[in-house]
C-alpha cells in the first residue's frame, strides 16, 4: 500500500497560541467514543472539569465560541494537564484529513488552517507528492481487480490535470479553462456521462457572479465572517465596476498567479479521487474552479478596500474563510454538488465565461 501526502505535508507544525484564528473557536468538537471514554473515567478536579462541559459526545461551548478548555493564551488545557495522547481524534488530527481508496491511503492539509495556508502560497514550488511503502499488506476493502484500474486511470488522469494548471508560460485563466474542459472530456469517457456544456441564457460575468452568489448563499453558514463576506461581495459589485475591477486586479497580481495555481491544485488534490466512489468527475472540477471564482471575488474587494494592496496575509485569510465555511460540512459540500448538476451557473460554458473575465488584463 502507498502512502503519498503533498510535497508540503511534512512542513506543517501547530504554531498553537500564535495562531490569529483558531480551531478550538467557533466549531463543535466532537469526542470520539474511546476518548469520551477516557474523560467519564478522569479521576480528581480536571476529570469533574472535563464531565461538567461534555454534552453527549461533544463539548459544551463557552458563549464567545470557544472551547472550555481554551485558555487565555489560546493554549489547550487538556494537552496541558494530561498531555497531548489524551486529546479527541478530531483535535490531534485537524487540519489533516484521509483517504483511501485501492492501493492507496492519501493524507492532506486543509487551508482553513492559517498556518497551512502560510506554507502552501509562501512557496513558489509547484506542488508534488511525496509517496512511500507501507509495510504489510492492505487490510482495507476487499477491491476487485477493476477497483484498482479505474484506481490507478483516475490517479493518472489528476495528474495530467495538475499539469495543465501547472503551466505556467499561459495565464491562469487559459490553464484553469483548458482544466475545466479537459475534465469533462474524461467524464465522458471514464463514466460515459455528458456533463451539461452550455446555458440557455445570455449572462453577463457580472450577473453569472450574482447567480453564483445567490447560490453559495444557500449553504448552512459556519462562521459569522462568511455572512460578513457574502454581504461585502454583493455590496461591492455592480454592472459597471465587476469586469473592470477584476481586470485591474489581475494586471497587478500577475506575478502572485502561482497562488490560484496552488489553489486549484490543492482542491484537485484534496477532492479528486471521491470521484471513485460516485463516478462524478466533473464536478469535482466544478467544485475547485467554483472555489478558485469565489475566492478572486473576495480577493478583489479585500484589494480595493485596502487601497489597491493585497499582501500573503489577505490572501491566506480569504482563502481560510472559504475553506472555514464550505470545507468543513459535508451537507454544503453535498448541496454545491447538487447545484453543480442542476443549476446553469456551474455548466461549462458559464464557467468559461467567468473565468475568462480577467481577460483584458494587461499580461
Known amino acids: 500500500m502507498v502512502l503519498q501526502m503533498p510535497s508540503y505535508y511534512r512542513k506543517f507544525r501547530c504554531i498553537a497560541g500564535a495562531c490569529q484564528d483558531s480551531c478550538c473557536i467557533g466549531w463543535e468538537i466532537d469526542i470520539d467514543e474511546e476518548t469520551e471514554s477516557y474523560y467519564r473515567e478522569t479521576e480528581g478536579a480536571f476529570g469533574q472539569r472535563l464531565r461538567e462541559n461534555m454534552e453527549g459526545n ?8 470557544w472551547c472550555p478548555f481554551l485558555n487565555g493564551e489560546k493554549l489547550c488545557d487538556i494537552c496541558i494537564e494530561l498531555g497531548e495522547e489524551a486529546l479527541s481524534e478530531v483535535c490531534t488530527e485537524y487540519p ?12 492532506v492539509l486543509c487551508l482553513s488552517c492559517e498556518e497551512v495556508g502560510r506554507i502552501v502560497f509562501s512557496d513558489k514550488e509547484k506542488i508534488g507528492w511525496e509517496r512511500q511503502e ?6 482495507g476493502e476487499d477491491w476487485e481487480e477493476e477497483d484498482f484500474a479505474l484506481a490507478e486511470k483516475l490517479q493518472q488522469v489528476r495528474e495530467r490535470a495538475v499539469e495543465l494548471l501547472q503551466q505556467r508560460e499561459h495565464p491562469i485563466e487559459q490553464r484553469a479553462a483548458a482544466y475545466l474542459n479537459y475534465m469533462n472530456e474524461m467524464q465522458q469517457e471514464l463514466f460515459g456521462t455528458v456533463p451539461r456544456e452550455k446555458s440557455g441564457k445570455s449572462r453577463t460575468p457580472y450577473e453569472c457572479f450574482r447567480e453564483r452568489l445567490a447560490c453559495f448563499g444557500e449553504l448552512e453558514v459556519l462562521d459569522g465572517e462568511w455572512e460578513k463576506t457574502k454581504a461585502c461581495l454583493a455590496e461591492f459589485f455592480c454592472p459597471e465596476n465587476y469586469e473592470q475591477s477584476h481586470r485591474k486586479f489581475a494586471g497587478k497580481l500577475r506575478q502572485r498567479e502561482y497562488e490560484y495555481e496552488h489553489l486549484l491544485v490543492y482542491f484537485t488534490n484534496r477532492y479528486f479521487m471521491r470521484a471513485f466512489y460516485d463516478d462524478n468527475l466533473f464536478a469535482k472540477a466544478q467544485f475547485a474552479v467554483a472555489g478558485f471564482l469565489m475566492l478572486r471575488d473576495m480577493d478583489v474587494v479585500r484589494w480595493k478596500q485596502q487601497g489597491e494592496e493585497f499582501t500573503l496575509a489577505d490572501r491566506i485569510d480569504t482563502v481560510r474563510i472559504y475553506a472555514k465555511e464550505v470545507e468543513h460540512s459535508e451537507e454544503n459540500i453535498e448541496t454545491l454538488g447538487d447545484m453543480f448538476l442542476f443549476e446553469e451557473v456551474f455548466s461549462l460554458g458559464e464557467l468559461e465565461k467567468q473565468i475568462s473575465c480577467t481577460e483584458a488584463a494587461e499580461m
Open 134 to 139: 507501507l509495510p504489510g499488506g492492505y487490510d
Open 58 to 65: 461533544s463539548f459544551i461551548l463557552r458563549e464567545n465560541g
Open 96 to 107: 489533516r484529513f484521509t483517504m483511501e481508496y485501492p492501493g492507496v491511503r492519501e493524507k
